[in-house]
């Protein structure tokens, strides 16, 4: 708000009220500026050095607006810019002073002269500063363009793009016959039109657009080794000899190429037939010749694997041989290739896999070679999961077991099932136990023997004599037999009956029989045993 | 496996020394006793062979429990004791309840 005056009817206002009105309004924006502390440059004025060339001065930048303590706004707009205009005027130099007869001077020589004017258009923004208008009774020279801080012109800012140069008449004034021209179109009436015309096409062939000179309608002065005498034949006949395959004169001869360096070979300036042949000989020599070719250090090995510390041929066969030489021969040793000692280092935990042969591709006898904490394993068509042995087809399959005590045989009968932890038959022998001679088996047996028995009845009659005799098993069983069948290959006249069974144990049994033999006449039997534990 | 199963009266028996199958009856088989070991003497086979079952003379326990031969010794001890007509005692009716219950037969591939 702002104190007010209250001017009346018929007042007779002096200078000072007029101005206090205006004060007081002023005053009061002045005020409320102050009030809420506004104060400072809010924008602009940012100095830098004088540009192009720095001087005692400095250049702010604009626009630039800021309030003072007392409120008082200071504020400042973008720089512009202002054509001038330079005209040329007639004029008449007044010389030869005289009196007339009124008493009056008069200048008796009126010779011709001129002015040079200069007119300034309204300021306006860099760019679209308006021009001065041409004048009827004056010649525009030329327009002139200056911008704020400028202490010079210079060359680009005098502009005669509207410079009035003398024309005897203008071109839309002339009239033309083009009826019987063959390119300019037929509504060309005027030399502006023509010219327009021209110009058009002019551009158009220059760009290459329109109205292109056929290639035979170019002259072509004849240069060995072409002959042609227009552009079009003797490009023709460059094609035909670049692409000539004749032995001596072909085109690659025609086609230069200046030297390369290089070691151990280099290429010398020439044709490019020269070069491919010196090239092809470099070649054939490398693919034919160790001389001259890559040193194994030289090639690189894409080692995608990451098998190699190694990056070049050389160092990797010397990797490859390093390796190889602990447990094989070198190539050039006796036995080239073959193993030496074999080592192994540790493989893991649990039982690990030694070798794994699969010899003819059989699937039902490939071999491997397991090692756990106590025992060595060999088997065929089963490997160790970690858990069960599994078949690798469905065949049966078997193995052995050598221990510091025991040595084992194995087998699973069948094709089923396809994995399992126990083998189905098994004979131990226990190298280390109290019984030690014969092997222990752990499954189904059937053992087959003979048995023999015979007796002589030496008394002086008939009499029933007792035979018997034992066996021993080639295997102990698991136990004692639950069945012995006996089968006779010979039996004494009159034999009757069959052996029986007295005592059974998993290493044999015993056995006997009664039979009625007559006096001095010997009784026996003779057979077979197949017992079943 | 000569005896492949049974019944009451009967048993399977595959001869061990041709392979003929035939059915045996439990009064067909003779028990021969000598001291105090017992054997029983099955019919001659067709090729001749005769085949001697033995039972278990004392309480062993089998070593290979389930096996076709743990099995088979089962059946041998339970004939025996139907041939001698003697009382199965507990401990093999246990053992036959729990491994070879009625039906079930004995195949050599196990």
Redesign the interface.
């Known amino acids: 708000m702002a104190s007010r005056l209250d001017f009346y009817f018929r007042q007779r206002v002096t200078e000072h009220e007029l101005d206090l009105a205006f004060d007081l309004l002023e005053q009061a924006d002045h005020d409320l500026a102050s009030d809420i502390g506004l104060f400072g440059i809010v924008s602009g004025a940012v100095p830098a050095p004088h540009t192009p060339i720095a001087d005692l001065t400095i250049d702010l930048d604009a626009p630039a607006r800021g309030y003072d303590r007392l409120g008082q706004r200071i504020a400042y707009g973008t720089a512009n810019e202002r054509w001038l205009a330079v005209f040329l005027k007639f004029d008449r130099l007044a010389s030869d002073p005289r009196t007339d007869g009124h008493s009056a001077r008069v200048f008796f020589r009126q010779d011709e002269s001129f002015q040079l004017v200069v007119r300034q258009a309204p300021e306006g923004p860099i760019g679209s500063a308006p021009r001065v208008p041409l004048e009827d009774g004056e010649l525009l020279v030329c327009d002139v363009l200056r911008r704020a801080g400028g202490t010079q012109i210079v060359a680009a800012d005098i502009d005669t793009s509207r410079r009035q140069a003398f024309v005897l008449a203008h071109a839309e004034a002339v009239g033309v016959l083009g009826r019987l021209w063959t390119v300019l179109p037929p509504d060309v009436t005027t030399v502006q039109s023509a010219l327009d015309a021209i110009d058009h096409l002019l551009a158009a062939h220059a760009a290459g657009t329109a109205l292109r000179h056929r290639s035979i309608d170019v002259q072509h002065a004849p240069s060995a080794p072409l002959t042609s005498t227009n552009v079009g034949a003797a490009l023709a006949e460059i094609l035909d000899r670049l692409a000539s395959r004749l032995d001596g004169a072909p085109g690659s001869a025609l086609v230069g190429a200046d030297a390369i360096a290089g070691a151990p070979s280099a290429i010398a300036a020439g044709s490019v037939d020269a070069q491919l042949s010196q090239l092809l000989g470099y070649h054939n020599g490398h693919l034919s010749s160790r001389v001259g070719a890559h040193v194994a250090a030289a090639i690189s090995l894409l080692d995608s694997g990451g098998a190699f510390t190694a990056t070049n041929v050389a160092s990797i066969l010397a990797e490859l041989v390093a390796a190889l030489n602990v447990d094989h021969y070198r190539g050039n040793e006796a036995s080239p290739g073959m193993h030496k000692a074999i080592h192994q280092p540790v493989l893991g935990s649990g039982r690990v896999l030694l070798w794994d042969a699969r010899g003819t591709g059989a699937a039902a006898a490939r071999l491997r070679f397991y090692l756990d904490d106590s025992s060595v394993w060999v088997t065929m068509n089963a490997s160790w999961s970690g858990t069960a042995w599994v078949r690798d087809t469905a065949d049966h399959c078997a193995g052995l077991r050598l221990s510091k005590d025991e040595f084992e045989l194995m087998q699973y009968a069948g094709s089923t099932p396809a994995s399992f932890a126990t083998w189905q038959k098994r004979w131990l022998l226990p190298m280390n136990g109290l019984v030690n001679t014969a092997f222990e088996t752990t499954a189904l047996t059937s053992e087959v023997g003979h048995v023999s028995m015979e007796c002589t009845n030496t008394s002086a009659a008939a009499a029933s004599i007792a035979l018997g005799c034992a066996v021993t098993f080639r295997t102990r069983m698991p136990a004692a037999p639950s069945s012995v069948t006996f089968t006779s290959l010979s039996t004494s006249p009159g034999w009757s009956g069959t052996p029986a069974v007295l005592r059974s144990t998993r290493d044999g049994l015993g056995c006997y029989a009664f039979n009625l033999t007559d006096p001095g006449r010997a009784a026996w039997w003779h057979g077979t045993f197949i017992a079943v534990s | ?3 492949t199963s049974r019944t009451e009266t009967s048993i399977e028996q595959t ?3 041709c392979g003929a199958h035939r059915t045996i009856a439990i009064t067909d088989i003779v028990a ?1 006793t ?1 001291g105090d ?1 017992s ?1 029983l ?1 099955l019919p ?1 086979c067709v ?10 003379a004392g309480d ?1 326990e ?3 429990q389930g ?4 099995l ?2 089962l059946v ?1 001890d339970e004939v025996a004791s139907r041939v001698c007509k003697r009382q199965l005692t507990h401990k093999l009716l246990d053992e036959l309840a729990r491994w070879l219950p009625p039906g079930i037969s004995i195949r ?3």
Do not use: F, K, N
């Open positions: 496996m000569p005896i001869c061990a020394a021969r000598r070991y054997s003497e001659p090729c001749g062979a005769v085949e001697v079952l033995l039972p278990r062993d089998h070593p290979l096996s076709a031969a743990h088979h010794q041998v050599r591939t196990e």
